[in-house]
Structures are given as structure tokens and as C-alpha cells.
């Protein structure tokens, strides 16, 4: 069962790899849409011919589905692919995996939820964290501006994983709070997205596609067979047996795949900053998750 914990995200540090193979094919826009429709459609097709599922979107909810489709199935990847232009996936995966932090702190200023004091330096600890892998710059991130020591790429991950975390908020109000089930969620959101992003790619002057086409065909069915099918559903099947807890900490075998894939396809290098943001991001959602399970804890009567 654990080896399957370490396929799941062995797998989804691939999914950078092929990311960054993508855009030397297509175009982001037409990417991002192409995956998100032929995803939703998937999703939603299944719900039709399923006999044991019969739900549809609520009129009460659509502008929860629109705006799930801009900040989950929009913005973080169409911000992810630009950036993987010209970053490194070692980088890119790095930070993508920094959304916990976005999501407390999200949390906290919009829904009022409380941070205890460990919880507090755990998150300063962790976003501190980012600092060294932000201080590398590939001579790609060189031709951008930059704010302070933070490039334009940069910039664009990390507003992709700020859009990502809010969007989960949005998504756990519709799945939680309303009862939409999360395949629907999931099946309208990336419809509505695919739809949008192929729309975007219709008026812009830009060539979807570029090189050859079968090469990207194949790269991008590999993906979303990999991400969209076989991980979103591997990892729904491990929370059975693992507590969302352990998968936390599990997700940064993804950083570590990435760079193992980086180091070998791409003949990316591998510095002492990496080390040092993986260590203190990962101490630092260690002790928010400790500080957190702690006020979970039922208190004992006496």
C-alpha cells in the first residue's frame, strides 16, 4: 500500500516533466484547454451513463461553478505552463507545492479560522522557506523584470498556487456546504475552463501548435491519462487507508521525483537551494500540521 503512496506522486512529478515537454508543441492556452475539456467531458459523460449517479448543477450555484473553473482549472495551469517556458520543473514543482501555506492563510483572513502561535511560526517558517529557491535564476528567468529578487515567472507560479488555494476553499463550500458531489464539481469546472481557454485561443493571434503534432498528441494523452484519470483517482482511493495528514507530508516526494526527472531529461542542475527550501518548507507545514492535529484533539474530562 505505501509503494502506492510513492507511485502516486512519483507520477505527479511527471506530470512537470510532460508539462514542460508540451509547450515546446502547443501553445498554453490551447493546452490547458484542450486537457480541461477533454477531462470534463470525460467526468461529465460518466455521470450521464452511470445508473448510480444522477445529479446535476444547480441554478443557485453556477456563479461557485464559474469561478472554480477560473481559480482551479484556469488560471494555476495556464500561470504554471508560461512559467515552465522558462523555469526549471525543479523550481516549478517546488513551489507548486507550497499550497498549504496559501490555503491557512487564505483561510484565516476569509474565513476567520484561528492560528495558534506553533501554527503561526510554522507558516513563517515555511514561506522563509521559499527564499533560497527564489534567489536562482536560469538565464530564461534572467530576460524577465523582476520584483525585488522575485522573477516574473516566479511571480506567476506563485499567483497560480494562491489561485489553486483559493479555489479549494471555493471547491469544499460547493462539495461540503451545498452537496454538489465532487465528480460534477470537478466535470462543469474543467468544461467551463476547456470552453474559455480554447475561445481565448481562437481570438489570439498566437499558432496553437507548433512542431510536430503527433509528438504533442502523444505527450498530452499520456498526461491527461496520467493526471486526470489514474492519479485524481489513485489518490481519492489512498485517503481511504491515509489520513490527508500523511498525503500532505507524502507530497513532497513530488519536488524529488521532479528533480530526479529534471536532473536526467533535462540536464537541469541541482543546488544547495533546493535542499534548503525543501527542509524548511517541510518543517515548517510539519509543525502547522502538528500545532493543528493538537486542536483537534478532544479534550480529556476529569
Known amino acids: 500500500m505505501l509503494f502506492l503512496v510513492v507511485v502516486l506522486y512519483a507520477l505527479w512529478g511527471f506530470t512537470f516533466t510532460l508539462g514542460k515537454v508540451t509547450i515546446a508543441y502547443a501553445h498554453p492556452l490551447f493546452i490547458v484547454g484542450l486537457r ?3 477531462s470534463g467531458l470525460i467526468l461529465i459523460s460518466y455521470i450521464f451513463l452511470s445508473k448510480k449517479m444522477r445529479c ?9 461553478y464559474v469561478q472554480i473553473a477560473l481559480f482551479v482549472s484556469f488560471l494555476p495551469h495556464i500561470l504554471r505552463l508560461w512559467a515552465l517556458q522558462s523555469m526549471t520543473t525543479v523550481k516549478a514543482s517546488l513551489l507548486f507545492n ?20 506553533l501554527q503561526i511560526i510554522g507558516l513563517f517558517i515555511g514561506f522563509s522557506g521559499m527564499i533560497p529557491i527564489l534567489l536562482t535564476d536560469s538565464a530564461a528567468e534572467q530576460l524577465y523584470t523582476s520584483w525585488w529578487f522575485i522573477s516574473l515567472p516566479e511571480l506567476a507560479v506563485l499567483a497560480g498556487v494562491a489561485s489553486f488555494s483559493y479555489g479549494l476553499l471555493l471547491m469544499q463550500d ?3 456546504h ?14 467551463l475552463a476547456g470552453c474559455a481557454s480554447l475561445g481565448l485561443m481562437v481570438v489570439s493571434p498566437v499558432a496553437p501548435l ?15 491519462l496520467i493526471s486526470n484519470l489514474f492519479c485524481s483517482n489513485l489518490q481519492a482511493w489512498l485517503l481511504k487507508s491515509y489520513s490527508p495528514t500523511f498525503m500532505s507530508f507524502a507530497s513532497f516526494l513530488s519536488p524529488v521525483f521532479t528533480a ?4 536526467f531529461l533535462f540536464k537541469e542542475r541541482i543546488t544547495w537551494h533546493f535542499f ?3 527542509c524548511m518548507v517541510v518543517l515548517g507545514l510539519g509543525l502547522y500540521i502538528y500545532a493543528e492535529r493538537g486542536e483537534k484533539q478532544p479534550e480529556c474530562s476529569s
Open 36 to 38: 480541461t475539456l477533454v
Open 56 to 64: 446535476y448543477p444547480k441554478r443557485q450555484d453556477i456563479a461557485l
Open 98 to 117: 507550497t499550497g498549504p501555506f496559501f490555503t491557512a492563510v487564505l483561510s484565516y483572513f476569509l474565513r476567520k479560522d484561528r492560528l495558534t502561535g
Open 174 to 176: 460547493l462539495v461540503k
Open 178 to 191: 451545498r452537496g454538489c458531489p465532487p465528480v460534477l464539481a470537478n466535470g462543469v469546472s474543467m468544461l
Open 210 to 224: 507548433r512542431g510536430n503534432v503527433w509528438v504533442f498528441l502523444g505527450v498530452f494523452a499520456l498526461q491527461v
Open 260 to 263: 530526479f526527472y529534471g536532473v
Open 276 to 278: 534548503a527550501t525543501f
